[in-house]
């Protein structure tokens, strides 16, 4: 062990056996991440939960009472941290939440196991909320290749999927939140969502890892009207 330049102690894993070294690096760098560390004294799922809790502190996403939708909720970060800020917790607001891989229960949110890009999802997920949804919010990332453009087109794939489905769901006024890369790929992506939200911008909260491109898109001031409204 070594101290880094803030003074804390830096772990350093070892190479060897079948461990390669992608996962050296990520394993190094989980174990020297003072979020990590402070997610499990705080008793959060993930590193994420802090992002998402920058992004309400300073642009007010979640209240009391209002239905949201996480999609990519696992390991349940962010679904923490909405079920407390709209009180579903307390039965006062309501949490759906998705992803591939299971997700451990969690007070106050409704999980499925499903895959969004499925044919069958958006009805599930539907039948879930019962409603229209006031906050959609998506922290998925699609499976990468390592061929860069076709992983950029990946993602914004899922994105544009994910806000297309906001679309048809959010009450009028409602949030868009859904992690996107620094790519210059998400222009058609953008100019959909300006046209269907009053404000859209690029935000990337400290508990992002600054080596890292990624960042989110928000979008408040949902101008349409849902199809749960239309029926």
Do not use: C
Not at 82 to 109: C, F, N, T, Y
């Amino acid at each position: 062990m070594a101290k880094d330049t803030t003074g804390r102690l830096h772990v350093t894993v070892k190479t060897g056996g079948k461990r390669k070294l992608s996962s050296k690096l990520w394993l190094e760098r989980q174990l020297n991440d003072p979020y990590v560390a402070q997610a499990k004294r705080d008793g959060f799922r993930s590193r994420a939960a802090y992002k998402l809790q920058e992004i309400d502190d300073k642009h007010r996403i979640l209240k009391r009472g209002q239905v949201v939708v996480d999609l990519g909720a696992a390991p349940g970060g962010w679904s923490q941290i909405a079920a407390k800020r709209v009180g579903s917790v307390e039965g006062k607001g309501k949490v759906v939440a998705i992803d591939l891989l299971e997700m451990p229960e969690l007070p106050g949110v409704s999980f499925a196991r499903m895959d969004f890009l499925d044919d069958k999802a958006p009805d599930r997920l539907r039948a879930m909320i019962g409603g229209g949804a006031d906050v959609v919010m998506s922290d998925m990332a699609a499976n990468t290749t390592g061929h860069r453009k076709t992983d950029q087109l990946r993602i914004i794939g899922l994105v544009e999927s994910a806000a297309a489905f906001a679309s048809e769901i959010l009450n009028p006024g409602g949030t868009f939140l859904a992690k996107v890369f620094q790519s210059g790929a998400d222009a058609e992506l953008l100019t959909q969502l300006k046209r269907d939200f009053a404000t859209v911008k690029h935000v990337k909260p400290a508990a992002s890892r600054q080596d890292s491109s990624e960042r989110y898109v928000l979008a408040q001031g949902f101008r349409g009207t849902n199809e749960m409204q239309r029926d």
